[in-house]
């Protein structure tokens, strides 16, 4: 009995470092979304003079699934559009969806809304690609660290579930 | 949306409670630093109970105007207005920026001007006879800003379509015609083809090969471009109907832009709008 209840603290720690290391790889994920994402939205605001509805419908159907959550959330709004400033809504729905960035990234990319249909396309256009250039700054330097937090978190989970088993048994 | 209803939506949230006293209103005034105003039969008012009125203020109508899209909007906010769904006008004042030498915006707006326009059916039944005795030859309307040029064009222009003249109109600012995803806002009759949103200048040319019209409608003659396409025009054969800011004929005449169309003798007639009262006088002159 006492093994089994130690292995299954074991499996539980284990699996705590798994979904750690899981979400530090689903992060590093989104901030390449989130470039992708303000790279699309940029030709379209930039390069085709879209509406910002127009816009958020084309990125819709385009964006990657990490950042799929928080368009579909500023479409869902889209009617609120004129009622509240933009900029309001893109920061609550920035914050309501993408949590798994970090304080920073989140207010780098609730700046940029202040920005976004505001002003003309090249002020937009330079604001955007300014964004994206953070975002893919903060991807690229995440990614090296990310495999080894992963196998840290991963392993620390194990370690401590090892050493609790064996305190156990 | 009815017309006031589209104005009120552009203002900031706390102040549509006014709507009631902006019932009638020609324009609505709003001033960074100064409480909003009215303009109601050409006088202009301060609305009473309302407080002053921001920068981020006049920002936010931009905003609205735009459906958070200032960019789609950017040709004519170097022009210096947007137009609105509805037929409503957005005039901007501020500061202006510039590339290469020429106006490319307007950054920190300082004033805008909510233009609501109003479609009166039935304002030219005391012209229209006179006007089209005999066949409805070029005309002239004249008379100083804000006493209603654009809603006595729009009116003439429903008649003489729905009259079956073949009537191409240069609707420049959208506020005749108010065309919003290729339909007109405002009735316009039945055989009116409308041309938004770019220089009289070239989209009379345009009207003029393009769809074949008997009358070429134009609102505010302003620029020697527009008198040209005028005098185009009416060498093609086609009458013309246009509006300019002018207190009468006789102040017209004066101006040294329209004096070639004077000596010229482009128009035959011309109607002169006169507020007295609050109220609206149309005269009809024939010009010799």
Same mark, same amino acid.
């Given at each position: 009995m006492r093994l089994f209840g130690a292995m299954l603290i074991f499996?539980?720690?284990?699996?705590?470092?798994?979904?750690?290391?899981?979400?530090l790889w689903k992060k590093v994920k989104t901030l390449s979304a989130v470039e992708g994402m303000l790279r699309i939205l940029s030709g379209e605001i930039c390069g085709r003079l879209s509406d910002i509805k127009t816009a958020l419908g084309v990125l819709k159907r385009s964006s990657p699934p990490e950042t799929a959550d928080f368009i579909g959330a500023l479409c869902g709004r889209s009617g609120e559009i004129g009622e509240m400033p933009f900029s309001r809504l893109w920061s609550e729905c920035a914050a309501q969806t993408l949590g798994v960035l970090g304080a920073d990234e989140l207010s780098e990319l609730c700046a940029l809304g202040t920005v976004l249909g505001r002003y003309d396309a090249p002020t937009q256009k330079a604001a955007m690609e300014n964004c994206a250039e953070y975002f893919r700054r903060a991807h690229a330097q995440a990614l090296p660290r990310v495999s080894?937090?992963?196998?840290?978190?991963f392993g620390a989970g194990a370690s401590l579930g090892l050493i609790i088993m064996i305190t156990l048994i | 949306m009815d017309d006031l209803a589209g104005a009120v939506f552009l203002l900031p949230g706390d102040m549509r409670g006014a709507a009631e006293a902006l019932s009638g209103a020609e324009e609505i005034r709003l001033r960074a630093g100064k409480a909003p105003s009215?303009?109601?039969?050409?006088?202009?008012r301060q609305i009473a109970g309302l407080r002053k009125i921001t920068s981020e203020d006049l920002d936010g109508v931009?905003? +609205?105007?735009t459906g958070a899209s200032v960019h789609t909007a950017?040709?004519? $906010? +170097?022009?210096?207005?947007?137009?609105?769904?509805?037929g409503v006008r957005l005039g901007l004042c501020g500061s202006a920026a510039l590339r290469g030498g020429e106006i490319d915006g307007i950054r920190r707006l300082s004033s805008v001007s909510i233009r609501i326009p109003h479609e009166l059916k039935g304002c030219a039944d005391g012209i229209y006879e006179p006007l089209t005795d005999g066949g409805f030859k070029s005309t002239l309307i004249i008379s100083p800003p804000g006493c209603g040029k654009t809603t006595l064009l729009r009116e003439l222009v429903r008649r003489l379509s729905d009259a079956g003249h073949r009537v191409s109109l240069c609707d420049d600012r959208g506020e005749v015609a108010a065309v919003w995803d290729g339909e007109a806002q405002f009735d316009v009759g039945r055989c009116t083809d409308v041309m938004s949103d770019a220089p009289k200048g070239q989209t009379s040319v345009m009207l003029l090969r393009a769809m074949n019209p008997? $009358?070429?409608a134009m609102d505010e003659i302003t620029a020697p471009a527009d008198v040209q396409a005028a005098e185009e025009a009416v060498g093609c054969g086609v009458q013309l109907l246009a509006t300019a800011h002018a207190a009468g004929t006789a102040d017209f005449q004066t101006r040294p832009l329209y004096r070639r169309l004077m000596e010229d003798?482009?128009?035959?007639?011309?109607?002169t709008i006169t507020m007295r009262d609050g109220r609206r006088y149309y005269t009809r002159e024939a010009l010799k």
């Open positions: 499996i539980a720690c284990s699996a705590a470092g798994a979904l750690r290391a899981a979400a080894g937090s992963m196998k840290a978190a | 009215v303009l109601k039969n050409g006088e202009e931009l905003e +609205r105007a950017q040709s004519s $906010i +170097r022009n210096g207005f947007v137009s609105v769904p509805g008997q $009358i070429l003798k482009v128009f035959k007639n011309a109607v």
